[in-house]
């Protein structure tokens, strides 16, 4: 049975720095595009960072030059470091697997979901 578990989401101070990890169980993960996505209060789910099974990066502008998505095959485990945090950033963040190995922003083109991790950035 296939299982994406997030962790390291918590509650953080305007301009503080948090780490989510995405663990993968049940089959490798290396040839699928792995993303990020968000949902806060009263919003959709969007899209925030997507990396390739080759490495490309996307990110959406809002938080270009503040996250990096990175990913390590061996451990099946995807990354999104996220710096100068923003109250706008508060949300739920879920990992995501992808059908395929090629870029993808498009929530439909994911098949696996983790149960997300919840990120709170105070003012």
């Known amino acids: 049975q296939v299982q994406l578990v997030e962790s390291g989401g918590g509650l953080v101070q305007v301009g503080g720095s948090l780490r989510l990890s995405c663990a993968g169980s049940?089959?490798?993960?290396?040839?699928?595009?792995e993303g990020w996505f968000r949902q806060a209060p009263g919003k959709e789910r969007e899209f925030v960072a997507a990396?390739?099974?080759?490495?490309?990066?996307d990110y959406t502008d809002s938080v270009k030059g503040r996250f990096t998505i990175s990913r390590v095959n061996a451990k099946n485990t995807m990354y999104l470091q996220m710096n100068s945090l923003k109250p706008e950033d508060t949300a739920v963040y879920y990992c995501?697997?992808?059908?395929?190995?090629?870029?993808?922003?498009?929530?439909?083109?994911?098949?696996?979901w983790g149960q997300g991790t919840q990120v709170t950035v105070s003012s």
């Open positions: 990396i390739t099974s080759w490495g490309n990066t």
């Open positions: 049940g089959r490798p993960f290396s040839l699928h595009t």
């Open positions: 995501a697997v992808a059908r395929s190995g090629s870029t993808s922003l498009d929530q439909s083109d994911y098949d696996y």
